[in-house]
């Protein structure tokens, strides 16, 4: 069964001080690998896709990077707006679009 | 861009009532999702269609749920009867057939009194 563990479930920074949250996976086969954001009372906003081990994506403060068992996503500096809750998901091989998550890691950054 | 778009944005219902939630995808998007959101659960896929029809609903907890897309802009997620369990966040999501990354809407928060 695909598995995605994120940690730590938290994270408290504060501002300027960079960090990097995990994203442990087990997976038959990696199709792809999604981060999403969501900010609370809303739905996941998409950030990066990563398709192959050694693949990296960049915006603005964040960076993802993976690897064939887990994916950081790096945040550089932060400010009090990327407090957000910062999920990840992976996809199986087969054709299927289904999207299994982890339980998040809920970023706060303190100005 | 509109982006996917829910409704209601907040349900109040008691258990036993019909609760219908409605999705409108992205134009032009081939693929639908249904995910289901609890603090204990993390977000999980209920039901997924691609050009209106449905492909897994192995994600649907029970009976009393339903789903149906009778066109390519609307679909709606049913629970009957509804139950206090059910409540949690309803999310609706769609993407394009040929690409994988899918796009949320705003959530329906559903409470069953």
């Known amino acids: 069964e695909d598995q995605v563990t994120q940690s730590p479930e938290a994270l408290r920074l504060q501002e300027g001080e960079s960090s990097s949250l995990n994203c442990s996976y087990t997976v038959s086969g990696l199709r792809g690998l999604f981060w999403y954001r969501q900010d609370p009372g809303k739905g996941p906003e998409f950030l990066f896709t990563l398709y192959s081990a050694g693949e990296e994506k960049e915006k603005e403060r964040l960076k993802a990077t993976l690897t064939k068992k887990e994916s950081f996503l790096h945040i550089t500096a932060p400010k009090p707006e990327d407090s957000a809750t910062y999920l990840c998901a992976v996809q199986a091989p087969g054709g299927a679009q289904k999207l299994v998550f982890g339980q998040g890691t809920r970023l706060t950054i303190n100005p | 861009d509109a982006g996917v778009i829910q409704s209601p944005r907040h349900e109040v219902t008691e258990m036993g009532q019909e609760v219908t939630l409605r999705c409108k995808p992205i134009s032009g998007h081939n693929s639908l999702f249904w995910y289901r959101q609890t603090m204990m659960r993390g977000l999980e896929l209920l039901i997924y269609?691609?050009?209106?029809?449905?492909?897994?609903d192995s994600g649907m907890p029970e009976d009393r749920f339903s789903a149906k897309m009778p066109n390519a802009s609307f679909s709606t997620l049913k629970i009957q009867p509804s139950e206090p369990r059910d409540s949690a966040v309803y999310f609706c999501?769609?993407?394009?057939?040929?690409?994988?990354?899918?796009?949320f809407g705003p959530g329906t928060r559903l409470l069953v009194l």
């Open positions: 269609f691609n050009n209106n029809v449905p492909i897994d």
């Open positions: 999501a769609s993407s394009l057939a040929s690409s994988e990354t899918q796009y």
